[in-house]
């Protein structure tokens, strides 16, 4: 339904739970090099449970050479602390490309700066940010709200 796309992940818990909301959700998850584990990683399957088989995963060498692969009419939005634009006033598409930043250091300055527009975040305090696979569950089932139920 939705594309999840994880931008240099590196822990390997994190990635597995988001590969198990991609295979709740119908999505694809696309992991961008380098990545901090190995596919093979027991942790990373753990935490996708029995499901990781099932599940759509692309690995790319870069965020650009994902872009060049997919239709020029792609629609990326770019999860982010640093941005006003709460995820709640976005309106999602089916196919739409949900781009998360690494665990440490978040999405790469150059990419939000290129992306202004098209950058959201989850409103929150106290905290300086959520975990990577809580802030993908918030994204993703906020647009799959938005498909169910047209709003
Ligand atoms: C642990 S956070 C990265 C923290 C990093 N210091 C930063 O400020 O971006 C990992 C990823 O989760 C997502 N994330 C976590 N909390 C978020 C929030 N409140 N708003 C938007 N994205 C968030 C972003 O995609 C972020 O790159």
């Not at 995820?87 to 202004?116: H, I, M, W």
């Given at each position: 339904?939705?594309?999840?796309?994880?931008?240099?992940?590196?822990i390997p818990?994190?990635?597995?739970n988001?590969g198990r909301?991609?295979?709740?959700t119908d999505s694809?998850?696309h992991l961008?090099?380098?990545l901090?584990f190995?596919l093979?990683?027991?942790?990373?399957?753990r935490?996708?449970?029995?499901?990781?088989e099932?599940?759509?995963?692309r690995?790319w060498n870069?965020?650009?050479e994902?872009?060049?692969?997919?239709?020029?009419?792609?629609r990326y939005?770019f999860?982010?602390?640093?941005?006003?634009r709460?995820?709640?006033d976005?309106?999602?598409?089916?196919c739409?490309?949900?781009?998360?930043?690494?665990?440490t250091k978040?999405?790469?300055?150059?990419?939000?700066?290129?992306?202004?527009?098209?950058?959201?975040t989850?409103?929150?305090?106290?905290?300086?940010?959520?975990?990577?696979a809580?802030?993908?569950?918030i994204?993703?089932?906020?647009?799959?709200?938005?498909?169910?139920?047209?709003t």
């Amino acid at each position: 339904m939705f594309n999840v796309v994880l931008v240099e992940p590196e822990i390997p818990p994190n990635t597995g739970n988001v590969g198990r909301l991609c295979l709740a959700t119908d999505s694809t998850l696309h992991l961008i090099k380098p990545l901090g584990f190995s596919l093979e990683d027991r942790q990373l399957k753990r935490a996708g449970l029995d499901y990781w088989e099932e599940l759509n995963v692309r690995t790319w060498n870069s965020f650009e050479e994902l872009q060049r692969q997919q239709p020029t009419d792609a629609r990326y939005f770019f999860v982010t602390t640093k941005s006003g634009r709460a995820y709640f006033d976005a309106k999602f598409q089916r196919c739409d490309f949900l781009v998360f930043g690494r665990e440490t250091k978040g999405l790469p300055e150059s990419l939000l700066r290129a992306n202004v527009e098209n950058c959201i975040t989850i409103p929150m305090q106290g905290a300086r940010s959520l975990n990577l696979a809580t802030a993908v569950a918030i994204v993703l089932f906020e647009a799959v709200r938005q498909q169910r139920t047209g709003t």
